[in-house]
């Protein structure tokens, strides 16, 4: 049986009600690799921010499964996401759960795979498998950073209650809409974005709250991998705290300006950047349409706006270099 | 009332005493900026690894005072560290704490500072204060990353028992001189480091475990900040899954192995990058001496170790680059 996002309720509850007798839902452990690690930070910062009794990191797979928490196991969730279903460390990560007792999902795409066998939910997310992720014709609510946090969010709301829970899903209701006229609204600018910063080795990427999660994909698996750029991904909590002295007129750095809770950090650092940077691109979630959300739940929203309007940039980007997006030299191809 | 790290067991037992009536101690945060955040960082994978029942989370102050996490209040403890006690987001986090009724521990080198009215327990920690950090005479169990430990610690083993208390605290007896040996150590390896490196504007950091804090740090702190190199901190568990698409035989990585569980994840880097990276400079733990102390808690002193060693490099890189240590450009110096 292979389940979508809307199903998401009802798993949890019946995983709840599995453990009942076995002394409750008492941990949930968000694991993957790279971009699915990356896509599983806003469900991490919900979780900190939200539940008040339950337990919860976010681990690299193989560092989950050669260093793994004392209480994992049958009070636990382990949340897991891999696109494709055949990440090693990720499947390990899934087997470990089996042994282990705990209640395993996995996010993933593919409906059948190495990893099924090994967990006890198969969620198909929705992904726009198109060159570039272009089309933009899909439904972003079901995505996995929103399967992620819907986890989290029902988690959260039937063991100890979360007031916002319907301002949640109102706003995964318009994340969709927002998404799609966000993308039409950077067009232009990311054809200019390409343009200037073709010929650039080394570009930062910036973010705070739920949405760093998006800057540290842009960095890891466009920039990096799949464009060979030098990158980091700097929070703009920690910009004022060593990373800012790297800055000149002629470094660049994406700044991901959020909706929400830790804008004032990112305002503060985008000041900064203006006077002594100059050359920045500028994501403002207020801008790109996000603000219709509630207050109280956007900032868990910032991340799939952002890591949306990418693909825009990104097709860009690639294009103006002659490196398509899907090239490499050492994955898949080499031993490692 | 300045307490050192000696007198954490006492402190935390008198937090667990006072919070007996108000509903216990459920929950530790490690919060602060910068390097002084890094230092934190193994006594989080600490209380991920070790705790079975309170929370923790790890957080830049900035972000922790904008979006304070539901359950921070009367039954938490607030860990801060703050060098010199004058960093204003840390000291609003102080204020926050004292307001939320947390008790609050500050750990610090001055005695006297603006935070310390806003901390319930002011820990003075060991620091070598000698130009560059080079004198190497301090005992090193009492520095912050220790101190914090011992906080994490206390806490897990005052109230739900931490089985290896016994072999932890025999390892940090061990560490002051398996630091002094191992500076020593690498004394002409730095000086070859500083000539080979001298002119490279991107140098990258790698890790694992509780020693990630430490691969972190020398990015942000000595490359980014004390350098103005261009640097990232790639995650070993993380390099397959993108950042390793841009290595080659020019580009520079200063890889930590360490001993304990993750040095399997630490090991496939280092081979995957003998073969395609060339220039590497490789802190191993074991070669260091750290083995010595018991397997069950070696995890947490790779941190401490690493952290000392790389002094000896950064000194050696400064002289050779003619690029003081001290020397900045915007911190203190601008308004930011």
Same mark, same amino acid.
């Given at each position: 049986m292979v389940?979508?996002?809307?199903?998401?309720?009802?798993?949890?509850?019946?995983?709840?009600?599995?453990?009942?007798?076995?002394?409750?839902?008492?941990?949930?452990?968000?694991? +993957?690799?790279?971009?699915?690690? &990356?896509?599983?930070?806003?469900?991490?910062?919900?979780?900190?921010? /939200? @539940?008040t009794c339950m337990r919860s990191a976010w681990i690299n797979s193989n560092e989950f499964v050669h260093n793994t928490p004392n209480d994992f196991g049958k009070n636990s969730i382990l949340l897991l996401a891999c696109h494709k279903g055949n990440t090693p460390e990720t499947i390990a990560a899934a087997k470990l759960g089996k042994e282990k007792g705990a209640s395993v999902i996995i996010l993933t795409w593919l409906e059948e795979s190495e990893i099924i066998e090994f967990g006890d939910y198969i969620v198909k997310y929705t992904f726009d498998a198109s060159p570039d992720?272009?089309? +933009?014709?899909?439904?972003?609510? &079901?995505?996995?950073?929103?399967?992620?946090?819907?986890?989290?969010? /029902? @988690?959260?709301?039937?063991?100890?209650?979360?007031?916002?829970?319907?301002?949640?899903y109102e706003g995964a209701a318009r994340i969709t809409t927002i998404i799609r006229n966000a993308r039409e609204q950077v067009k232009d600018r990311a054809l200019a974005f390409a343009k200037e910063y073709k010929n650039d080795d080394?570009?930062?990427?910036?973010?705070?709250?739920?949405?760093?999660?998006?800057?540290?994909?842009?960095?890891?698996c466009i920039f990096m991998e799949m464009q060979w750029i030098n990158s980091a991904?700097?929070?703009?909590?920690?910009?004022?705290?060593?990373?800012?002295?790297?800055?000149?007129?002629?470094?660049?750095?994406?700044?991901?300006?959020?909706?929400?809770?830790?804008?004032?950090?990112?305002?503060?650092?985008?000041?900064?950047?203006k006077k002594y940077a100059k050359r920045i691109e500028i994501l403002d979630a207020k801008?790109?349409?996000?603000?219709?959300?509630?207050?109280?739940?956007?900032?868990?929203?910032?991340?799939?706006?952002f890591n949306n309007v990418y693909p825009i940039y990104n097709h860009a980007l690639a294009e103006e270099r002659k490196h398509p997006l899907t090239t490499r030299r050492y994955m898949w191809k080499v031993e490692y």
């Open positions: 389940y979508t996002g809307k199903d998401i309720k009802n798993i949890v509850s019946e995983i709840i009600e599995k453990k009942k007798n076995e002394g409750g839902l008492k941990s949930l452990y968000f694991v +993957g690799c790279g971009g699915s690690l &990356g896509a599983l930070y806003p469900a991490k910062t919900f979780m900190e921010k /939200e @539940a992720h272009l089309a +933009g014709d899909i439904d972003y609510a &079901g995505e996995k950073t929103m399967c992620a946090l819907y986890v989290a969010v /029902e @988690a959260v709301n039937q063991t100890e209650g979360y007031k916002n829970y319907d301002k949640f080394m570009i930062y990427t910036m973010g705070s709250g739920a949405g760093y999660g998006a800057a540290y994909m842009e960095s890891i991904s700097i929070h703009t909590g920690e910009y004022f705290h060593g990373p800012f002295e790297v800055t000149d007129a002629n470094r660049p750095f994406v700044i991901q300006v959020s909706e929400g809770s830790t804008r004032a950090l990112d305002e503060r650092c985008l000041k900064f950047l801008e790109l349409g996000l603000s219709t959300i509630d207050a109280t739940v956007i900032d868990y929203f910032n991340h799939s706006l």
